[in-house]
């Protein structure tokens, strides 16, 4: 199997720097299409546990979205069609550290997320 293929990793790096922009920016309508719209796809999220797209979209629009950074990102592809973002962020208000991955594979309509998690993450533990 093919790991880090230039081109599918370069396609789902782009997809989650977008995803990432639409969420800095509360863009739901960008944010509901990068999920895949099936009632299997799953997002664990900081206060809710999100099962199916409907789920998922209705979370988000009941959001706004809060500033953050990045770190220690790591994109890996799996051959041309399945990949895993993770990365760990830091809210910009309030300093709290959270960690994300992602579940990403292509389908006909391109890169879409299949199950994602959020949580916080406690350095001290």
């Known amino acids: 199997m093919d790991i880090n ?39 664990y999220g900081l206060g809710e546990n999100s099962y199916g797209h409907d789920a998922i ?10 500033a953050r950074s990045l770190e220690k990102t790591v994109i890996t592809t799996y051959g041309a069609d399945a990949a895993t973002a993770d990365t760990l962020f830091t809210r910009t208000q309030s300093g709290r550290e959270g960690r994300q991955s992602q579940t990403w594979i292509r389908f006909d309509e391109g890169w879409r997320i299949v199950s994602a998690h959020v949580s916080w993450f406690d350095p001290a533990n």
């Open 57 to 66: 979209a209705a979370v988000r629009r009941a959001r706004a979205a809060e």
């Open 5 to 43: 293929r230039t081109g599918p990793l370069a396609e789902v790096t782009a997809a989650f720097e977008a995803y990432e922009q639409a969420l800095m920016s509360n863009d739901v309508e960008a944010l509901d299409g990068f999920f895949r719209r099936d009632p299997l796809t799953i997002r």
